[in-house]
């Protein structure tokens, strides 16, 4: 049984995005852990940052997909996280994502940049870097998770050619900002309950 807290490392992709005028600042988040407590897996996610929750605006995950069963128990039963299963392709720097249905989730293309620069979340403000995820069905509490990351990132491209299966915009929006990870650091604490 893995129970917070967890530390994973990886490498991956951000992608930060400005939906409409109106909506909420959001990011595609494409990662490969190849540790973590439940051994290597892939992921693929969409957060929004300022969502109301009883701690304030926070940043909420509000659709995630996962290569292996024992991320997406472990995942939800620890964080709220609402994990789905999925099936990740990967050749070279294109991934296909394909749902437990057989429906295709998302298909991007992508391509890292060169310069390495070093990053840390400890320079964000808490409140930026805290996950409020709502109750599942079988949760009553909020969970509110201070993550924390270090690494390294780099300018990167990404071509969204379908993402129906997880947040259907992004296949006609360009992002403001697109980020290589080439390796990072990332833990999940215990969270707080709300």
């Known amino acids: 049984m893995p129970p917070p807290p967890w530390t994973l490392t990886g490498q991956g992709l951000i992608a930060v ?18 540790t973590s407590p439940v051994g290597p897996y892939d992921e693929l996610l969409w957060v929004e940052a300022g969502r109301a929750s009883p701690a304030g605006r926070r940043p909420r995950v509000r659709s995630i997909v996962v290569s292996t069963p024992e991320s997406v128990v472990w995942g939800r039963r620890n964080w709220g996280l609402p994990k789905r299963l999925a099936h990740f ?52 509490a909020w969970k509110l998770t201070r993550v924390g990351a270090s690494g390294h990132v780099t300018l990167a491209h990404l071509t969204v050619l379908h993402a129906d299966g997880l947040y259907p915009a992004l296949s006609h929006l360009r992002p403001r900002l ?10 999940f604490p215990v969270p707080k309950r709300a």
């Open 17 to 34: 995005y400005v939906p409409a005028p109106a909506a909420l600042l959001g990011a595609l988040m494409l990662l490969r852990y190849a």
């Open 178 to 187: 697109t980020l290589g990870v080439p390796d990072f650091r990332l833990v």
């Open 89 to 140: 392709e990967w050749r070279g720097d294109e991934v296909r994502v394909t749902g437990e249905d057989g429906r295709e989730v998302a298909h991007l293309t992508f391509r890292p940049g060169g310069l390495r620069l070093p990053v840390t979340t400890a320079l964000i403000p808490t409140a930026l870097r805290t996950l409020a995820q709502p109750p599942l069905e079988e949760e009553e």
